[in-house]
């Protein structure tokens, strides 16, 4: 049974393909697959009270309540869509920027000289996608694969890189990168799937959608889709598919004249529900971006129970994050040869690690030779003088409350490492050291931890908590909210 795909912003050529304006107030929970692009030039194109403040574009009363509710409801929509198993792929034009009214307005002066003064304040064509503003306009085609992007995206990069264009570059600490530019290694593509449900979100570097050749003049004055444009259209979504589902979508709606939206044919109501309804909007977008970033931050937060449970990259991002905590310099390495879980150094010396999880047994002394061999490819780097300590991380027996596993290493690994003078470091003690430090500032505490992996071969033996702090040694403390 074919399944629906619907493009947003944008079009292609297809029986199969259904399309949404920017401003349709589309539910995405009818598509599996849903091509968005945050497309806003006839929302800040046509407007008949062209203003400007600080240099941008000032929307009037019509356009803003138009705007900001757009981008209101794609953030919802993207939302529930993900969470609800769709895949949600955003190609990323250049960001939009401007300036929209809040629905206040306030006086100034008396009798002649009083003024109304209109609040505006900064809104973007970006704040409709769920994610944290974290970027940069600025534009280029340099852009190579990540890491996290390459079994996800060889064959769609190997027919569209070439084509793609990046707008932004996020935040260096962005989450998901799987695309960024080829020197530098800023971010430019992220993805980022849902923990419950099969639903994912794919923000891509964009293309050219309307290319000239993409187009013929047909019978009736019109254009229509050559054989290239039709080409380029089956081929992005023969891409697509390959990540997820199809589908189709049969329905459009005729929408208002623009002239008929002119302040010239409103109503007496019309204008006063229309400033009501501007501010309920401005004041509904304002409380879901304040909870957005709030579950953005507990999120964060809550990051480090991942050494207790995790295994691969969720584990590795958690170690990094706890190796932080502890106060050493810590981040993973790849250049085209090697790639390490992390290298982190302090003041009292420079340390290489590798991350492995085990669900029901312990962790055996094959990762123990992966180690050894980094630590080798590490030395010959031209910038290293000296051997890297080795660490072991290890997740032993992870669907396991912590409390009530067996020794995490086994007997072959502990000797061994013992030998090599590697150590090894258990996960859940890791997090127990992590969670009183990101609540405690204690830094004897952290320097205690740092000199035990730097000192210690074989097991690690942290230092306990200390016992002010309401944890005994070997003590997890859990954050009931978070089971809420």
């Known amino acids: ?17 259904g399309f949404a304006d920017f401003t349709e107030k589309k539910s995405l929970l009818d598509w599996d697959i849903v091509l968005f692009r945050p497309e806003v ?24 309540f138009e705007m ?7 953030r919802r929509e993207i939302t529930q869509a993900v969470d609800a198993g769709k895949l949600v792929v955003v190609f990323l034009p250049p960001p939009v920027e401007v300036f929209a009214a809040t629905g206040t307005n306030s006086t100034s002066g008396t009798g002649r000289n009083q003024k109304v003064i209109r609040h505006v304040e900064p809104i973007t064509s970006y704040d409709c996608l769920p994610v944290a503003p974290c970027w940069t306009a600025t534009q280029g085609t340099a852009m190579t694969l990540a890491a996290g992007g390459r079994d996800l995206l060889s064959s769609y990069w190997n027919l569209f890189g070439q084509s793609s264009q990046y707008n932004v570059v996020w935040d260096s600490n962005a989450k998901g990168v799987c695309v960024q530019t080829e020197h530098g290694q800023k971010p430019v593509g992220l993805f980022s799937k849902d923990k419950v449900s099969a639903g994912a979100l794919l923000l891509l570097p964009d293309m050219n959608f309307v290319a000239e050749e993409f187009f013929v003049e047909g019978e009736e004055e019109d254009y229509v889709w050559s054989p290239k444009g039709d080409q380029f259209s089956a081929s992005l979504i023969s891409e697509i598919i390959a990540l997820s589902k199809a589908i189709a979508f049969d329905g459009e709606k005729t929408p208002q004249p623009e002239w008929a939206s002119a302040d010239e044919f409103a109503l007496a109501p019309e204008i006063e529900i229309r400033q009501q309804l501007l501010q309920a909007e401005t004041e509904l977008e304002r409380a879901q971006r304040v909870k957005d970033e709030l579950s953005r931050q507990l999120e964060d937060a809550g990051q480090l129970r991942a050494l207790l449970f995790e295994k691969g990259k969720p584990l590795e991002a958690a170690i990094i994050t706890a190796l932080k905590v502890l106060g050493f310099k810590a981040e993973p390495f790849e250049d085209a040869t090697s790639e390490f879980d992390a290298v982190f150094e302090s003041v009292e010396g420079r340390l290489l690690g590798e991350a492995e999880g085990k669900d029901n047994k312990a ?14 490819e590490d030395l010959q780097r031209e910038e290293v003088d000296q051997p890297a300590k080795g660490i072991l991380f290890g997740n032993g027996y992870r669907l396991t409350k912590p409390g009530e596993r067996e020794t995490q290493f086994t007997d072959k690994c502990i000797t061994t490492s013992t030998s090599m003078s590697y150590g090894l470091v258990s996960t859940d003690r890791l997090y127990t050291a992590a969670q009183y430090l990101s609540g405690t500032p204690d830094e004897e505490f952290a320097r205690r931890c740092r000199v035990a992996m730097i000192e210690m071969t074989g097991i690690v033996i942290l230092p306990d908590v200390p016992r002010a702090s309401g944890l005994a040694a070997g003590d997890i403390q859990v954050d009931e909210s978070s089971f809420e």
């Open 1 to 17: 049974m074919p399944k629906k795909i619907l493009t947003v912003g944008f079009e292609l050529t297809g029986n199969e393909i």
């Open 41 to 64: 030039s006839h929302l800040v194109s046509f407007q008949y009270d062209n203003r400007e403040y600080m240099g941008k574009l000032a929307l009037n009363d019509r356009k803003s």
């Open 68 to 74: 900001r509710e757009a981008n209101a409801h794609w």
């Open 363 to 376: 962790i055996n002394i094959e990762k123990l030779r992966q180690l050894s061999t980094n630590v080798h």
